[in-house]
Each structure stands twice: as structure tokens, then as C-alpha cells.
């Protein structure tokens, strides 16, 4: 799975933004065009980057022209400037907005901000960047999905169904015997079973009917007895129909295709996938019922190696397009949040100070930290009630 979640690039985190030209360079540029609305828009812009509270009207006409003669031509401090600064700073009656303006003057980077920092760079550049990481995992599970048709091999129509579990139902009979995905159910009642559709037809026909089931997993053999319960069924003419069953999907024979037809399985299977997963996303209750957090990652991932090379590549495509889906939820720490800040850059026509990112930087992490809680706490549920 691609690690763009885990590399950032310089200008990209909250403390690296800044609202324009530097605060000495500004002072500078007021000095030969004195204009006291710019100063206090000034004011204001270095109290939104410092998070600081500053109100322009308290500061004096002392303090304003002291900063206005304090830089040079290059937006330094030239050492009149600074011991004035000072001396005003450590010896004069000041206002508290003063005293802090003073304060940020004296300490501001004399740098002028770096183009090639992310935060630098036009909103579209920034925009695509953002969007680089989560067409990764798109195009990674795109490809996997469409590499493993043409090496593994996909299950298909008229794959044959095996005698191998590939899923085990929370509660059934299966599960409650001890039942594992990847387990081989060799035998019924001593009746050698070589098919899924052997093993799915008797099963069905032993409603209440006490059944012994050989099992082999890895090199052991051994016996376990289930119930079949019953269940009601629609078959191929529509009718209902009452078969048993024990809680398990037999596992299919993977087959290879060519080229074409594997890119072309790949992209409907890619295409599938995401319109469930938004499906999921947009149902309360489908999310409590399907979406997982690592504990049910985790699980997954066992039980496909189980199954061999194919389901864990599968396996791995689906955890790759399903962050692609959730990298775009408009929450600020994840991908989409940040090209939501964009879009909020772009309608208001200026960049937004480090106080505002942080703040929605802050809102994104308590949301992702309630996500991670809700998805673990329903994944312990599930461990509870089996």
C-alpha cells in the first residue's frame, strides 16, 4: 500500500504557513508609503500568524513610526531600528498590544518566505500534489486487481466451487465447533466429500440432522459434529425453499485470463468496489455492520493467507482503493481536508493564517480520533459476540 500518508513535504504542516511577504519586509515597504489603513491590515495579519491577540487602534503613533524607521531597503533591522525597539520595549509606558508588537518585531524572521516550500507554491500545484497520494492507491489497486487475473488467476462464472471454507458466519455451527477459514472439510459422516457443491448439497438436506464433518487443516485431521439449522431460500425458479446450513461460503478455483479480458475484470471489480464502499459510507447502518478498524483488519488479513497468494493480493487492492475513499473525506488532517482548506484559500482569495489552520487542524484530529475509537470499539464488539 502506498506510504504517501506517512511522508509530508516541506510547507505542508501548520506552523511552516505564513500570510504573505515577511513583517520586516512589509514595515519596509510602509516606510516610503506611509498609509496607516496598511498598517493596521499589517497589525492585524501578524496577530492572526502569531495567534496573538493585538488591536491596531491601541497601538500609538510612537510605536508605529519607531517600527516604520526600525528596517532597512532589504527588510532588516538596522541597529538604530533595533536599539529604539528595545529602548521603547524595556523602558517606555505601553499599551499591552504594544508591548507584544514590539515583542513579535524584534523576534520576526528576516527571511523572505521560500518558493519552493509547498505553502509557496499557486493553489492548482498544491491542489495536485494533495491529490497525488490517493490516486496512488487508486491506481495501485486498479493494478493489482488487474495483475492477479493475469498470474493468480479471478474466480469467474464457471469456476468450480472446492471443499474449502472461505468464510466462517458469526454464531453459526461452524463457528461455534471451531471452524477455521482455510480448514478443508474432506468428509461427511465418513462420505468422502471432493467438490463445494458435494459438500453445500448434503448439508442442505440434513435440516436438524446430526452430522459429523471431517476436517484438515494444514497436516491434521479430525472430526467435529454440527447441526444444520434451518434456512429459507430462493432457488433459480424463484420458489422459497428451507435448506440447512452450517455458516461457512466454500472457497472457488481461481482462474487465469488474457490481457484484455483481465484489465477489463479489473476495472469493474475496482469500479464495484468503490460504489459499495461509498454505499457503506452513506448508511449508518451499513457502517456499523461492515466497516472495521485494525483489530478487523487484522483478522481479514490472517484469514486470506489462509486461502493462499490470491486473496491476500485481493486482499490487499481492497485496503488500497478503500484508502483512496476514505484519504478524501474533507477532514483537515487526511488529503480531502486539505484540498477542502484549498477551496477555502481559493473563495477567499488569500491564504488562511496559521491560528485557522491549526484550529481546523484541530477539529480534523478529535474527528479522526472519535473514527478510530468507533471503528475499534465495533470491532471488540464483535470479538464479544463471536
Sequence with gaps: IPFGGFVRIAGMEPEDVASGVPVLHKLAELRDKPDPQAFDKLVAQIARDSMTKIVP??????????????????????????????HLRDGGTLTEAEAKLLDLVLNADARKADPELFISKPLGQRALVILAGPIASLLFGYLVFCL????????????????QVAEVMPGGEAHRVGIRVGDWITAIDGRSVRTGRELTDTIHKRIGVPTVLTVRRGGQTFQVRVVPRPRTFTDEKGKKVRWGVIGIAANVELRRVGVIESIKVGTAITYSFIVHLLDVLTDHKKVRESVGGPIAMGKMAIEAQRLGPGPMLLLGAQFS????????????????????????????????????????????????????????YNDILRLIKG
Design 321 to 376: 482503493l478503500s484508502l483512496f475513499v476514505l484519504n478524501l473525506l474533507p477532514i483537515p488532517v487526511l488529503d480531502g481536508g486539505q484540498l477542502l482548506l484549498i477551496g477555502v484559500e481559493f473563495l477567499r482569495r488569500r491564504k488562511l493564517s496559521p491560528r485557522e489552520v491549526y484550529g481546523a487542524y484541530a477539529v480534523g484530529v478529535g474527528l479522526l480520533a472519535l473514527m478510530i475509537l468507533a471503528v475499534t
Design 148 to 163: 492477479v487475473g493475469m498470474t493468480v488467476g479471478l474466480p469467474s462464472p464457471d469456476s468450480r466451487v472446492t471443499n
Design 57 to 86: 487602534a491601541e497601538v500609538g503613533s510612537q510605536v508605529r513610526e519607531a517600527l516604520l524607521r526600525a528596517p532597512d531597503g532589504e527588510g532588516r533591522l538596522t541597529t538604530e531600528g533595533l536599539l529604539e525597539l528595545r
